[in-house]
């Protein structure tokens, strides 16, 4: 099952790559609010800030003119007590605030990466070991090309 094995390869460096950039995105925004700023007559935005992934929205801001995208970055100079650890729900009637934490995201990213990484772990042992990759089974006294008699599945060179 070679196209199990680049799944789990691809998955747990693409995971392990999303868990960096959360970890990165988290350290930056202890430092700066960074956020990607859609004007139009009424304006959305999409940043990080203090800890914490940012989503303001104005009502009516998809019926506005045509959007202007631009990045803003300003000094935050409040310090790392001043985070946000709780998921928020700020702004007044007219202005939707989201607030979520970067801890979130990292542990929706964490799990199915530190599963594929085990499961990637797992499939090497029992290669190096002489069983199946696929379902486990014994394949000493089998031809080292021959089929699993178990799944099918034939070994990997």
Known sequence: MQWRRAARKGGKWTGASALVLIVAGFVV???WTVGLLCASS?????GMSRGAVLLEWQ???LR????HLSLKIMPYYAGWG???WCPQRLGTATVREFLIP???PFLIAAAPTFLLWRADRRATRREREGHCPT???DRSGLAPDAPCPE???VPVK
């Open 102 to 104: 970067f801890w979130i």
């Open 151 to 153: 799944c099918g599945a």
């Open 42 to 46: 009424p304006n959305a935005v999409v």
């Open 29 to 31: 925004s202890g430092w």
């Open 82 to 84: 001043d985070l946000f």
């Open 135 to 137: 379902c486990g089974y």
């Open 59 to 61: 009502d009516g801001w």
């Open 64 to 67: 506005g003119g045509h959007p």
